[in-house]
T-cell receptor
Framework: GENVEQHPSTLSVQEGDSAVIKCTYS??????FPWYKQELGKGPQLIID?????GEKKDQRIAVTLNKTAKHFSLHITETQPEDSAVYFC?????????????FGKGTKLSVKP | DGGITQSPKYLFRKEGQNVTLSCEQN?????MYWYRQDPGQGLRLIYY???????QKGDIAEGYSVSREKKESFPLTVTSAQKNPTAFYLC?????????????FGSGTQLSVL
């Protein structure tokens, strides 16, 4: 089955710097890659996703890149702000397949220091 | 406001006791899910349901049970057979039934053992 590895587990940056979180997946059939942000005491929220027919997607200060050959995808946050501090989860699945196929990474705790 | 409501926010279980976590959604979503979150771990799927009166086991279903008698409700029972129940439990829903659907999460229930 699918396995998703996420690095780093913790990341500390200064406000205004960029942050990059990387994930690798094992199943070459996976074609849907969402990123979720979880603030303290809350449930995760989808912030961006990408499907395997594109290599990059941007939404204001966040972007996701996908390398299908290497089976890895990354989240990029530019001009970080204190409110970006949270735990970020990547995930991978086969779009259209069973709902049980969405596999999450273990999370990255991002701290943005003012 | 539309969303997912989980209750209670905190729950304590005595040894040998069954406890039930509530999850209600007013988003008119077909699919609902239960995830377990442990510190430093990703989200692991316990059970999911695509339609009323139907549900499937996820990766860690042992010691848990669910029901889906109404579209808006998906309660999770943690039975006495679950020997390590202390965790943060998240309920989620999605509009459609495929693995590429956006998940909407509740705010979670923290279960602890007395």
């Amino acid at each position: 089955g699918e396995n998703v590895e996420q690095h780093p587990s913790t990341l500390s940056v200064q406000e205004g710097d960029s942050a990059v979180i990387k994930c690798t997946y094992s199943d070459s059939a996976s074609n849907y890659f969402p990123w979720y942000k979880q603030e303290l005491g809350k449930g995760p929220q989808l912030i961006i996703d990408i499907r395997s027919n594109v290599g990059e997607k941007k939404d204001q200060r966040i972007a996701v890149t996908l390398n299908k050959t290497a089976k890895h995808f990354s989240l990029h946050i530019t001009e970080t702000q204190p409110e970006d501090s949270a735990v970020y989860f990547c995930a991978a699945s086969i779009s259209g397949g069973s709902q049980g196929n969405l596999i999450f990474g273990k999370g990255t705790k991002l701290s943005v220091k003012p | 406001d539309g969303g997912i409501t989980q209750s209670p926010k905190y729950l304590f279980r005595k040894e040998g006791q069954n406890v039930t976590l509530s999850c209600e959604q007013n988003l008119n979503h077909d699919a609902m899910y239960w995830y377990r979150q442990d510190p430093g771990q990703g989200l692991r799927l316990i059970y999911y349901s695509q339609i009323v009166n139907d549900f499937q086991k996820g990766d860690i279903a042992e010691g848990y049970s669910v029901s889906r008698e109404k579209k808006e409700s998906f309660p999770l029972t943690v039975t006495s057979a679950q020997k390590n129940p202390t965790a943060f439990y998240l309920c989620a829903s999605s509009l459609g039934q495929g693995a590429g659907e956006k998940l909407f999460f509740g705010s979670g229930t923290q279960l602890s053992v007395l």
